[in-house]
């Protein structure tokens, strides 16, 4: 099997990058929610036309370094 063949068959949690519904379903909050982070520019994602993936390594660090009073 060729490197593209093992990530395009990679199951869903083996993913590098996760969709906001998925992040959203992560956090335990709407997808809305999750839009409105990404706007703000307080979660780090990327952006490939109009869909917007989030790393999942770099959320997972933004997880745990947020901290203060919620936004």
């Not at 395009?8 to 993913?15: F, I, V």
């Amino acid at each position: 099997m060729t490197d593209q063949q093992e990530t395009t068959s990679a199951p869903t949690g083996a993913r590098p990058t996760m969709d906001v519904a998925e992040a959203a379903a992560l956090l335990g909050v709407s997808p809305w929610l999750v839009l409105q982070q990404v706007a703000k520019g307080n979660l780090p994602h990327k952006r490939f036309g109009r869909r917007i993936l989030i790393p999942r390594a770099s959320f997972l660090a933004w997880l745990e370094d947020v901290d203060g009073p919620a936004q």
